[in-house]
């Protein structure tokens, strides 16, 4: 008997050892891959990435040495005029979703369509927005487009980002604001949200990241032209203002993808590998600052 | 005994306000979905500066009665509150009964302690900020009598802009129970306030309840401690399968249980 047990307990040692050993080596061989990618495109773009003349330069079209100026300027607006118009609407979807909705049939269909909708291809989302608003609405190639082709693609996730964070405030706080009178929306308002607050500041930096490097929904959408800007030009229905919306905007993702198929400038290969650079590291600073920001803002909040 | 004779004295002190109920059920009952009955026929009378045990088994309905006498069964879907509540000489349980301010005065404890991620000082006076106190004078009163009732002033003091994550357990579920008495109630329920605390904590929390029943406040709590409920309450009833199978003062509950089934419960043949 006590030797029965004893081969039990080796053989189970000894399957944990292997399991380990396996988990071990996929989650190795993972980071590997995804650091060599980072070093690889960080190394190759970084004599360009932080030169400030290719940063602010205006693009060429023929001759060597273009920068990327209104490119990243263009990714930065977009990005804000994204998140101003889809953080908003996802808030208040993934509160109704979460505190409000009755746990009906419609409810369940809403929640499954934004899961849909949320792996939906951004090529698709791009010429959908290209049907709609820059033809039918007229807009054309514009900022405005680019702006709610993206937020269409950015609802999906921040609602599931924001109802995440939502349920993930303990039923006992929900009944502790009820049961001192408060109304459900006092309570959403003050109590949860605050609670929610570090994980929906995170999932919203993160979408952030996402954003700013979509090209597709933007090829048919923001276009790919980026006139020169004058940040003295206070016209805003100039094209060359940089506030304008309705103004075509291409930009650093798009920028990459058109200098590779239909690029003549020679120094063609220096630019994209530049651009991918610049890319990659405002993308990481998103990350980061994710992380930074979702704790600071949580130990804000309770008070410590 | 000597917290049983400590209730006998505070009884006697507030006898002539008990012969009143606050608060009264009539014919209480909870279905889910139309039709499946957690609850059925509940009478029973509470009064003022009493406090009463709600004791049973676990799924007897209990907490769903509890849960009744705040209307806070009316934020769980599908469930629905039959019968009579009469609270302030009127019937709660109708669709246009003020839910916000039923709530201020029947005020509601949880099991798991639960304040808010906030500061000790903004879990008190958070509620009365948001019905429409804003004079700093006042809302520091608040906080320091509310405090006081709860038996944690001496406690938390110097730290009330500390979070009220930096307290124990048990300061806690005081801490919940002054937010509750913030508002002034006429009636606290409390839903097995001890479960999650250690025997320290809960005899802290049990002398809590013994102070604010001394200031006229009606208690009802619910308990799966049977020593407890002996030694906290002037009342006691036994739930057993969604009814009330016996009520009446504590000390006749226990010693002389009219019923079999709450005679099995108490002495553990049951439950």
Excluded at chain 1, 75 to 85: A, G, H, P, Q, R
Excluded at chain 1, 207 to 235: H, N
Aim: proline share 5%; aromatic share 8%; with cysteine.
């Amino acid at each position: 008997m006590a030797s029965d047990i004893k081969a039990q307990v080796s053989r189970a040692k000894r399957e944990d050892k292997i399991a380990t050993g396996i988990l071990m080596a996929i989650v190795a061989f993972i980071f590997i891959l995804l650091a060599a990618l980072i070093v690889y495109i960080i190394a190759s773009g970084a004599q360009k990435a932080f030169d400030p003349s290719f940063l602010t330069g205006k693009p060429e079209q023929f001759k060597e040495g273009g920068g990327i100026g209104p490119e990243l300027f263009n990714s930065f607006y977009l990005l804000v005029l994204t998140m101003i118009i889809s953080v908003p609407l996802s808030l208040g979807a993934a509160i109704y979703l979460v505190e409000y909705a009755p746990g009906n049939r419609v409810t369940h269909i809403i929640k499954t369509v934004i899961e849909v909708l949320s792996s939906l291809p951004s090529i698709v989302v791009g010429l959908f927005g290209f049907l709609l608003f820059v033809i039918y609405f007229g807009w054309g190639f514009s900022i405005i487009s680019g702006a709610f082709a993206l937020t269409i693609f950015n609802i999906p996730l921040l609602v599931r980002v924001i109802q995440q964070a939502l349920e993930s405030v303990p039923t006992t706080q929900r009944d502790a604001g009820l049961a001192l009178g408060l109304t459900r929306w006092e309570t959403t308002i003050h109590i949860l949200l605050p609670t929610a607050m570090p994980a929906i500041i995170t999932g919203i930096i993160l979408s952030a990241g996402r954003v700013f490097g979509e090209a597709a929904a933007l090829i048919y959408t923001a276009g790919q032209s980026a006139p020169m800007l004058d940040f003295t030009c206070l016209d805003f229905s100039s094209p060359t203002c940089p506030w304008n919306i309705f103004r075509p905007a291409e930009t650093l993702a798009v920028h990459i993808w058109k200098i590779n198929s239909e690029g003549v400038v020679p120094d063609l290969a220096a630019i994209s590998n530049g651009t991918a650079a610049v890319l990659m590291i405002c993308v990481l600073l998103f990350n980061l600052i994710a992380r930074f920001v979702g704790k600071r803002v949580g130990k804000k909040l309770v008070a410590e | 005994m000597m917290q049983i004779t400590e209730r006998d004295t505070r009884g006697a002190a507030v006898e002539a306000e008990m012969r009143e109920p606050v608060l009264a059920t009539h014919d209480v009952g909870v279905r889910y979905d139309e039709t499946k009955v957690a609850l059925s026929g509940v009478n029973l009378e509470f009064a003022a500066g009493e406090v009463t045990s709600l004791i049973g088994p676990s799924g007897c309905g209990k907490s769903t009665f509890l849960r009744c006498l705040n209307l806070m069964n009316r934020e769980i879907p599908h469930c629905h509150i039959d019968g009579e509540i009469v609270y302030d000489g009127h019937n709660i349980n109708t669709p246009d009964e003020n839910l916000y301010e039923l709530r201020q005065s029947i005020g509601m404890v949880f099991q798991i302690p639960n304040p808010f991620r906030k500061s000790i000082r903004d879990n008190i006076t958070f509620a009365p900020r948001c019905h429409g106190i804003k004079d700093k004078k006042r809302l520091d009163e608040i906080v320091e009598t509310s405090l006081v009732k709860a038996a944690l002033w001496d406690e938390v003091k110097d730290k009330l802009d500390k979070s009220a994550y930096a307290l124990s357990g048990g300061q806690r579920q005081r801490l919940c129970i002054a937010r509750t008495l913030a508002m002034n109630p006429k009636v606290v329920l409390m839903d097995e306030p001890c479960s999650a605390l250690d025997p320290i904590a809960t005899f802290s929390i049990e002398d809590t309840i013994g102070q604010i029943a001394g200031e006229g406040i009606s208690v009802i709590i619910v308990t799966h401690n049977i020593e407890q409920a002996a030694r906290i309450s002037d009342k006691t009833a036994y739930f057993l399968l969604g009814e009330v199978v016996e009520w009446g003062d504590t000390d006749a509950v226990f010693s002389d249980p009219k019923d079999k089934r709450t005679q099995d419960y108490l002495t553990g043949r049951f439950g």
